[in-house]
């Protein structure tokens, strides 16, 4: 009688899902640690930093017609 062969697509597929799931919480863990330090964002560079000063030193013209 003839041996049944046993299909290793089982296994691999387990072993792709755990890689998976291992990946993402590994990805948390290094977040809650950044999040944790306060480092959360890198620094911003000096033209980034300029940016954001016009954009909040401008002011808005008043919005009309929304009545």
């Known amino acids: 009688m003839a041996k049944k062969s046993k299909s290793a697509l089982l296994p691999l597929l387990a072993l792709a899902v755990l ?3 291992g990946s993402l919480v590994f ?11 306060g480092n959360a964002a890198p620094p911003l560079d000096d033209k980034a930093k300029e940016y954001i000063e016009e954009v909040v030193a401008t002011p808005r013209p008043p919005a009309t017609g929304l009545q």
């Open 19 to 21: 890689a998976v799931l």
């Open 27 to 37: 990805q948390k863990v290094k977040a809650g640690r950044a999040d944790v330090s």
